[in-house]
């Protein structure tokens, strides 16, 4: 979850610096990781989000315990 943490600090400095509001579409780019836009969370609040979720089931479970 290397990518989750480089993530968060690039969103924390561009609330510091001002880039960011934490307002739905407010846009920035997080260094290599590229561009990202503050998107509307499920609790009512707003979020980063870094990528689709990881599906575990039956056809990929073998792959992905040798991943984890």
Not at 24 to 52: I, M
Request: aromatic share 8%.
């Amino acid at each position: 979850m290397q990518g989750l943490g480089k993530l968060s600090a690039y969103t924390t400095i561009a609330l510091i610096n001002g880039d960011i509001t934490g307002a739905k579409d407010d846009k920035f780019t997080a260094g290599d990781l590229g561009d990202y836009t503050v998107t509307d969370a499920d609790d009512g609040g707003t979020e980063v989000v870094l990528g689709a979720p990881l599906k575990f089931d039956t056809s990929n479970i073998e792959e992905m315990a040798k991943l984890y």
